[in-house]
């Protein structure tokens, strides 16, 4: 069977949080350590990005070493949570300049019907009592 179009493309630049994350529960608030893996098939992660907010601010994460072209890089914040509700997310970029885009960015290049490659900045709602879920921010 030859390949598909959707089986060859280039995976863009993506990072996804995994601790916190869904179906996960922080026990209490105070200090936790927001960590992930990023990843590009252009070549290296050069940043990632985090919110607590839902993408209204961001602080760069620690990168962990080594980095290498095409593979997968660990990435952790430091983060005091003060019990209140919040969106965790986490943005990528690569040695090419290319930014991991939100929802909204990706569906106004690829449209509504893509759902190939989805490289969308994936959103954790954590709520007041420590449970995590997914969620979509447009």
Request: overall charge positive; proline content about 10%; glycine content about 20%.
């Given at each position: 069977m030859a390949p598909t179009a959707s089986s060859t493309s280039i995976q863009e630049c993506k990072s996804v949080i995994?601790?916190?994350?869904?179906?996960?529960t922080l026990l209490d608030r105070g200090f936790h350590n927001i960590s992930g893996l990023a990843w590009s098939g252009r070549g290296k992660i050069k940043r990632v990005d985090v919110s607590t907010d839902g993408g209204r601010n961001w602080r760069t994460a620690r990168l962990e070493t080594p980095v290498l072209s095409k593979a997968l890089t660990r990435f952790n914040i430091d983060w005091v949570w003060d019990g209140s509700p919040a969106i965790l997310q986490?943005?990528?970029m690569d040695d090419t300049g290319y930014v991991q885009p939100n929802y909204a960015q990706l569906r106004e290049v690829r449209g509504t019907r893509s759902i190939y490659h989805n490289n969308a900045i994936q959103s954790w709602k954590l709520a007041e009592s420590g449970d995590v879920s997914n969620v979509q921010v447009y």
């Open positions: 995994t601790t916190p994350s869904g179906g996960q986490s943005r990528a």
